[in-house]
Protein backbone atom coordinates (compact mmCIF):
# COMPACT_ATOMS: atom_id res chain seq x y z
CA UNK A 1 0.00 0.00 0.00
CA UNK A 2 1.36 3.21 -1.37
CA UNK A 3 0.94 6.20 1.23
CA UNK A 4 1.75 9.80 0.63
CA UNK A 5 0.73 13.15 2.04
CA UNK A 6 -0.39 16.33 -0.19
CA UNK A 7 -0.34 19.86 1.35
CA UNK A 8 -2.69 22.05 -0.71
CA UNK A 9 -1.16 25.13 -0.53
CA UNK A 10 -3.26 28.77 -1.63
CA UNK A 11 -1.21 31.99 -1.67
CA UNK A 12 -4.22 34.38 -1.46
CA UNK A 13 -6.24 33.83 1.68
CA UNK A 14 -9.22 36.45 3.08
CA UNK A 15 -7.63 36.99 6.70
CA UNK A 16 -4.05 36.91 6.21
CA UNK A 17 -3.06 36.91 2.35
CA UNK A 18 0.70 35.52 1.90
CA UNK A 19 0.86 33.94 4.98
CA UNK A 20 2.36 30.74 4.14
CA UNK A 21 5.44 32.94 2.78
CA UNK A 22 5.67 34.18 6.27
CA UNK A 23 8.83 33.44 8.17
CA UNK A 24 8.74 31.06 11.11
CA UNK A 25 12.31 31.08 12.35
CA UNK A 26 14.06 31.49 9.28
CA UNK A 27 11.99 29.32 7.49
CA UNK A 28 8.46 30.12 5.50
CA UNK A 29 5.59 28.47 6.74
CA UNK A 30 5.03 26.62 3.98
CA UNK A 31 8.61 25.23 4.21
CA UNK A 32 8.28 24.36 7.81
CA UNK A 33 5.53 22.30 7.50
CA UNK A 34 6.90 20.47 4.06
CA UNK A 35 9.54 19.08 6.14
CA UNK A 36 8.10 18.32 9.27
CA UNK A 37 5.78 16.35 7.06
CA UNK A 38 9.10 14.39 5.50
CA UNK A 39 10.59 14.26 9.11
CA UNK A 40 7.45 11.73 10.31
CA UNK A 41 9.13 8.91 7.88
CA UNK A 42 5.12 8.00 7.54
CA UNK A 43 4.97 8.26 3.70
CA UNK A 44 6.35 7.41 0.55
CA UNK A 45 6.35 10.68 -1.16
CA UNK A 46 5.15 13.96 0.12
CA UNK A 47 3.77 16.75 -2.58
CA UNK A 48 2.71 20.32 -1.92
CA UNK A 49 -0.78 21.61 -4.42
CA UNK A 50 -0.88 24.92 -5.44
CA UNK A 51 -1.70 27.53 -8.01
CA UNK A 52 0.79 29.92 -6.73
CA UNK A 53 3.97 29.78 -8.69
CA UNK A 54 5.21 31.54 -5.40
CA UNK A 55 5.21 28.80 -3.33
CA UNK A 56 5.72 26.41 -6.22
CA UNK A 57 9.18 28.00 -6.46
CA UNK A 58 9.67 28.39 -2.89
CA UNK A 59 9.34 24.01 -2.75
CA UNK A 60 11.54 23.40 -5.62
CA UNK A 61 13.96 26.10 -3.82
CA UNK A 62 14.40 23.44 -0.50
CA UNK A 63 14.76 20.47 -2.87
CA UNK A 64 11.16 19.41 -2.17
CA UNK A 65 7.82 18.44 -4.88
CA UNK A 66 5.03 20.01 -5.55
CA UNK A 67 2.74 20.05 -8.54
CA UNK A 68 0.95 23.25 -10.28
CA UNK A 69 -2.80 22.66 -10.02
CA UNK A 70 -5.99 25.01 -10.83
CA UNK A 71 -8.01 27.05 -8.89
CA UNK A 72 -10.74 25.07 -7.03
CA UNK A 73 -13.15 25.53 -4.29
CA UNK A 74 -12.03 23.11 -2.09
CA UNK A 75 -8.75 21.22 -0.56
CA UNK A 76 -9.81 17.92 -1.82
CA UNK A 77 -10.47 19.36 -5.32
CA UNK A 78 -7.56 20.62 -5.38
CA UNK A 79 -5.73 17.45 -4.42
CA UNK A 80 -7.78 15.33 -6.27
CA UNK A 81 -6.12 17.20 -9.35
CA UNK A 82 -2.87 16.76 -7.84
CA UNK A 83 -2.59 13.29 -7.72
CA UNK A 84 -5.05 12.20 -10.29
CA UNK A 85 -1.89 10.79 -12.34
CA UNK A 86 0.21 10.04 -9.16
CA UNK A 87 0.16 6.45 -8.47
CA UNK A 88 -0.65 6.03 -5.00
CA UNK A 89 -3.40 3.99 -2.60
CA UNK A 90 -4.02 6.29 0.22
CA UNK A 91 -3.53 10.09 0.12
CA UNK A 92 -3.08 11.94 3.29
CA UNK A 93 -4.23 15.65 3.36
CA UNK A 94 -2.14 17.59 5.58
CA UNK A 95 -3.00 21.82 6.01
CA UNK A 96 -0.33 23.93 4.72
CA UNK A 97 -0.90 25.99 7.91
CA UNK A 98 -0.53 23.72 10.66
CA UNK A 99 3.56 23.60 10.94
CA UNK A 100 3.38 21.33 14.19
CA UNK A 101 2.30 17.48 13.73
CA UNK A 102 2.22 15.22 15.96
CA UNK A 103 3.15 11.35 15.00
CA UNK A 104 0.26 9.51 16.24
CA UNK A 105 -2.78 11.02 15.09
CA UNK A 106 -1.08 10.73 11.84
CA UNK A 107 -0.54 7.43 12.70
CA UNK A 108 -3.39 6.44 13.41
CA UNK A 109 -5.30 8.00 10.26
CA UNK A 110 -2.97 5.39 8.09
CA UNK A 111 -3.59 2.69 10.45
CA UNK A 112 -7.59 2.54 9.96
CA UNK A 113 -7.09 1.97 5.95
CA UNK A 114 -4.32 -0.74 6.91
CA UNK A 115 -6.90 -2.47 8.99
CA UNK A 116 -9.91 -1.95 6.57
CA UNK A 117 -9.48 -4.74 5.02
CA UNK A 118 -12.61 -5.46 2.71
CA UNK A 119 -12.42 -1.18 1.59
CA UNK A 120 -15.62 -0.21 3.44
CA UNK A 121 -13.96 3.46 4.19
CA UNK A 122 -13.91 5.96 1.98
CA UNK A 123 -11.56 8.24 4.36
CA UNK A 124 -10.98 9.28 8.06
CA UNK A 125 -10.06 12.25 9.89
CA UNK A 126 -9.97 13.48 13.15
CA UNK A 127 -11.90 15.30 16.26
CA UNK A 128 -11.80 16.58 19.28
CA UNK A 129 -13.61 17.15 22.44
CA UNK A 130 -14.72 20.58 22.82
CA UNK A 131 -15.27 21.78 26.65
CA UNK A 132 -15.76 25.09 26.32
CA UNK A 133 -19.38 27.38 25.36
CA UNK A 134 -17.70 29.60 23.50
CA UNK A 135 -15.89 27.02 21.36
CA UNK A 136 -18.92 24.84 20.95
CA UNK A 137 -21.42 27.96 19.93
CA UNK A 138 -18.71 29.14 17.75
CA UNK A 139 -19.31 28.84 13.85
CA UNK A 140 -15.74 28.57 12.71
CA UNK A 141 -15.54 25.37 14.97
CA UNK A 142 -17.12 22.70 12.41
CA UNK A 143 -18.95 19.98 15.10
CA UNK A 144 -19.25 16.53 13.83
CA UNK A 145 -21.34 13.87 15.36
CA UNK A 146 -20.54 10.54 14.57
CA UNK A 147 -22.44 6.57 15.63
CA UNK A 148 -21.91 4.28 17.38
CA UNK A 149 -19.22 2.79 15.74
CA UNK A 150 -17.33 6.08 14.92
CA UNK A 151 -18.44 6.60 11.63
CA UNK A 152 -19.75 10.48 10.65
CA UNK A 153 -23.32 11.39 10.50
CA UNK A 154 -23.22 15.12 9.97
CA UNK A 155 -20.98 18.34 9.91
CA UNK A 156 -22.21 21.77 11.18
CA UNK A 157 -20.81 25.09 12.13
CA UNK A 158 -24.26 24.96 14.73
CA UNK A 159 -24.63 23.19 18.03
CA UNK A 160 -24.52 19.76 16.95
CA UNK A 161 -25.79 17.46 18.68
CA UNK A 162 -28.83 20.08 20.44
CA UNK A 163 -28.84 19.18 24.05
CA UNK A 164 -32.65 19.50 25.11
CA UNK A 165 -32.34 18.30 28.51
CA UNK A 166 -29.66 20.26 30.10
CA UNK A 167 -29.08 18.11 33.10
CA UNK A 168 -27.55 15.43 30.24
CA UNK A 169 -24.02 16.09 30.03
CA UNK A 170 -24.07 16.29 25.97
CA UNK A 171 -20.39 15.87 24.56
CA UNK A 172 -19.48 18.12 21.43
CA UNK A 173 -16.79 17.31 19.08
CA UNK A 174 -14.91 19.56 16.74
CA UNK A 175 -13.28 18.45 13.44
CA UNK A 176 -10.19 18.93 12.81
CA UNK A 177 -9.37 18.96 8.98
CA UNK A 178 -6.82 16.47 8.55
CA UNK A 179 -7.92 13.99 6.23
CA UNK A 180 -6.61 10.55 4.77
CA UNK A 181 -8.50 9.41 1.66
CA UNK A 182 -8.61 6.27 -0.58
CA UNK A 183 -7.69 7.84 -3.63
CA UNK A 184 -10.52 6.24 -5.43
CA UNK A 185 -12.89 7.92 -3.23
CA UNK A 186 -10.82 11.11 -3.38
CA UNK A 187 -11.33 11.09 -6.98
CA UNK A 188 -14.95 10.37 -7.20
CA UNK A 189 -15.44 12.88 -4.64
CA UNK A 190 -13.85 15.66 -7.36
CA UNK A 191 -16.46 14.07 -10.29
CA UNK A 192 -19.10 15.00 -8.21
CA UNK A 193 -21.46 18.36 -8.15
CA UNK A 194 -21.31 20.27 -4.90
CA UNK A 195 -24.16 19.21 -2.39
CA UNK A 196 -26.76 21.48 -1.24
CA UNK A 197 -25.90 20.85 2.58
CA UNK A 198 -22.11 20.98 1.61
CA UNK A 199 -23.09 24.69 -0.53
CA UNK A 200 -25.05 25.73 2.67
CA UNK A 201 -22.34 25.09 5.52
CA UNK A 202 -19.50 25.00 3.52
CA UNK A 203 -17.94 21.89 4.54
CA UNK A 204 -16.45 19.96 1.82
CA UNK A 205 -16.75 16.46 4.10
CA UNK A 206 -20.63 16.66 2.95
CA UNK A 207 -20.36 16.22 -0.25
CA UNK A 208 -19.08 12.56 0.86
CA UNK A 209 -21.86 12.49 2.87
CA UNK A 210 -24.75 12.78 0.83
CA UNK A 211 -22.95 10.02 -1.69
CA UNK A 212 -23.27 7.44 0.76
CA UNK A 213 -19.03 7.19 1.50
CA UNK A 214 -18.15 6.41 4.75
CA UNK A 215 -15.70 8.63 7.11
CA UNK A 216 -14.01 7.01 10.47
CA UNK A 217 -13.75 9.77 12.74
CA UNK A 218 -10.87 9.38 15.42
CA UNK A 219 -10.66 11.33 18.43
CA UNK A 220 -7.43 13.00 19.40
CA UNK A 221 -6.31 15.17 22.23
CA UNK A 222 -3.88 16.80 19.63
CA UNK A 223 -4.34 21.00 19.38
CA UNK A 224 -2.19 22.09 16.62
CA UNK A 225 -1.43 25.75 15.77
CA UNK A 226 -3.58 26.83 12.67
CA UNK A 227 -2.13 29.95 10.88
CA UNK A 228 -5.44 31.95 9.69
CA UNK A 229 -4.91 35.34 11.13
CA UNK A 230 -1.31 37.16 12.12
CA UNK A 231 -1.76 36.59 16.02
CA UNK A 232 -1.24 33.11 14.72
CA UNK A 233 1.82 33.10 13.41
CA UNK A 234 3.22 35.09 16.90
CA UNK A 235 1.92 32.06 18.58
CA UNK A 236 3.70 29.37 16.26
CA UNK A 237 6.65 31.83 16.67
CA UNK A 238 6.69 31.41 20.39
CA UNK A 239 6.08 27.40 20.52
CA UNK A 240 9.19 27.35 17.79
CA UNK A 241 11.31 28.89 20.34
CA UNK A 242 10.12 26.73 22.72
CA UNK A 243 10.95 23.66 21.05
CA UNK A 244 14.31 24.80 20.21
CA UNK A 245 14.83 25.63 23.64
CA UNK A 246 13.67 22.20 24.65
CA UNK A 247 10.68 23.27 26.75
Known amino acids: MKIIAVIPARYEASRFPGKLMQLLGDKTVISTTYRNVISTGLFDEVFVATDSEIIFDEIARIGGKAVM ?13 AVQNINCDIVVNVQGD ?14 VFKYDVEHRISLASLKIKLSEKEDVENPNNVKVITDLNGFAMYFSRSVIPYSR ?17 RKSALLKFASLPMSP ?9 IRYLEHGMKIKMIETDFVGVGIDVPEDLEKAKLILEAQRKGL
Not at 69 to 79: L, Q
Not at 98 to 111: D, H, R, S, V, Y
Request: charge should be negative; proline fraction near 4%; include cysteine.
Open 165 to 181: DESYATEYFKHIGVYAF
Open 98 to 111: EPFLKLEPLTQLIN
Open 197 to 205: LESAEKIEC
Open 69 to 81: TGTHETGSDRIAE
